[in-house]
């Protein structure tokens, strides 16, 4: 099973905390949730929908949520990106990097030839197409919740699609629900990742150095030059940009909002900056939070981030000392 990149160290007791994420057991959220060693001692609760897990996050009936925002085939997740945008007062914690293997799955004594039915969740059917269409050419595909709720149907079905239906799913939804896996790693892209975060109410986590800032840009006035003032706040500041997205602000037919993450943490004046006059001067702005950049190289840049601070803050130290 591959383990998603931590994000940062084991630095607080999670016991206590309630953590809720897509279920039902066996999704790869869960994987990438169980992957995080610090959250071991947490208490982790599946539902249904990821309407329902950031609800229960911003009523206060569970203290995190943990919810998939983006996938490198197939791009944003829409439910996630619009509840947070639109229906949620939430802020994101960190992020988790989770590799995505796909596997093929059914009742044992079922065989390749015998399916006539995929289920599983769109986003994997997607990333299996090739499979299917090279593999399964004659199998329906339908969609499922999730990758484990198709495992589970599968798991629980009788009849007909107990003896001609399969699921796409992780290979821990195999060893849950007790299916054989007929094929492994059958996504297209080998190198496909999902990015995960980490969302709770009210707290905005201290800057680590090698940060990530998350916002939602509404424009006052839509006129010609108006997304090039926006980036202009950024581009003269010297903020980079990792991510600029437009949807539908429900508002009207052709009106838009821009979802932009930038290098950098609220607590950094530069980027404080940036948003002070964004929000004063272009448009309406809201803040999604500042949080840990994930990725292979993400906790080595912040031990050299925090080196050179460290250096920087004693070089100036010695300075003063001659201050008289």
């Given at each position: 099973?591959?383990?998603?990149?931590?994000?940062?160290?084991?630095?607080?007791?999670?016991?206590?905390?309630?953590?809720?994420?897509?279920?039902?057991?066996?999704?790869?959220?869960?994987?990438?949730?169980?992957?995080?060693?610090?959250?071991?001692?947490?208490?982790?609760?599946?539902?249904?929908?990821?309407?329902?897990?950031?609800?229960?996050?911003?009523?206060?009936?569970?203290?995190?949520?943990?919810?998939?925002?983006?996938?490198?085939?197939?791009?944003?997740?829409?439910?996630?990106?619009?509840?947070?945008?639109?229906?949620?007062?939430?802020?994101?914690?960190?992020?988790?990097?989770?590799?995505i293997h796909l596997d093929l799955m059914a009742q044992p004594g079922v065989t390749m030839g015998d399916i006539t039915t995929v289920l599983s969740y769109p986003h994997a059917l997607a990333q299996s197409r090739h499979?299917?269409?090279?593999?399964?050419?004659?199998?329906?595909?339908?969609?499922?919740?999730?990758?484990?709720?198709?495992?589970?149907?599968?798991?629980?079905?009788?009849?007909?699609?107990?003896?001609?239906?399969?699921?796409?799913?992780?290979?821990?939804?195999?060893?849950?629900?007790?299916?054989?896996?007929?094929?492994?790693?059958?996504?297209?892209?080998?190198?496909?990742?999902?990015?995960?975060?980490?969302?709770?109410?009210?707290?905005?986590?201290?800057?680590?150095?090698?940060?990530?800032?998350?916002?939602?840009?509404?424009?006052?006035?839509?006129?010609?030059?108006?997304?090039?003032?926006?980036?202009?706040?950024?581009?003269?500041?010297?903020?980079?940009?990792?991510?600029?997205?437009?949807?539908?602000?429900?508002?009207?037919?052709?009106?838009?909002?821009?979802?932009?993450?930038?290098?950098?943490?609220?607590?950094?004046?530069?980027?404080?900056?940036?948003?002070?006059?964004?929000?004063?001067?272009?448009?309406?702005?809201?803040?999604?939070?500042?949080?840990?950049?994930?990725?292979?190289?993400?906790?080595?840049?912040?031990?050299?981030?925090?080196?050179?601070?460290?250096?920087?803050?004693?070089?100036?130290?010695?300075?003063?000392?001659?201050?008289?």
């Amino acid at each position: 099973m591959n383990a998603p990149a931590e994000t940062t160290p084991p630095s607080d007791d999670w016991s206590g905390r309630t953590i809720a994420y897509l279920g039902p057991v066996g999704t790869f959220s869960e994987q990438a949730l169980l992957g995080q060693s610090d959250l071991a001692s947490a208490t982790v609760r599946p539902m249904s929908t990821f309407a329902e897990v950031l609800r229960a996050t911003e009523d206060g009936e569970v203290d995190y949520a943990f919810v998939a925002i983006e996938n490198a085939i197939e791009g944003t997740v829409n439910a996630t990106q619009d509840a947070l945008v639109f229906d949620a007062d939430l802020f994101i914690q960190r992020e988790v990097v989770l590799p995505i293997h796909l596997d093929l799955m059914a009742q044992p004594g079922v065989t390749m030839g015998d399916i006539t039915t995929v289920l599983s969740y769109p986003h994997a059917l997607a990333q299996s197409r090739h499979f299917i269409a090279r593999e399964l050419p004659g199998a329906m595909p339908e969609a499922a919740n999730s990758t484990a709720e198709a495992a589970r149907l599968i798991a629980a079905a009788t009849g007909d699609l107990a003896r001609r239906g399969a699921a796409i799913g992780p290979r821990r939804a195999a060893e849950v629900y007790g299916l054989e896996i007929l094929a492994r790693a059958i996504e297209d892209h080998p190198d496909n990742a999902t990015r995960f975060l980490l969302i709770t109410r009210d707290v905005v986590p201290a800057p680590t150095g090698h940060d990530k800032t998350s916002i939602v840009v509404f424009q006052r006035t839509d006129e010609p030059g108006s997304l090039l003032s926006i980036l202009h706040e950024f581009a003269d500041r010297g903020i980079n940009l990792t991510k600029l997205e437009s949807r539908p602000t429900r508002r009207g037919l052709g009106d838009y909002c821009f979802l932009i993450d930038l290098e950098g943490h609220i607590a950094d004046e530069l980027v404080a900056d940036a948003l002070r006059s964004l929000r004063a001067r272009q448009a309406d702005v809201k803040f999604l939070g500042s949080y840990p950049i994930a990725g292979e190289r993400a906790e080595r840049m912040r031990e050299q981030v925090g080196e050179a601070q460290r250096e920087a803050d004693a070089w100036v130290e010695q300075l003063r000392s001659h201050i008289r």
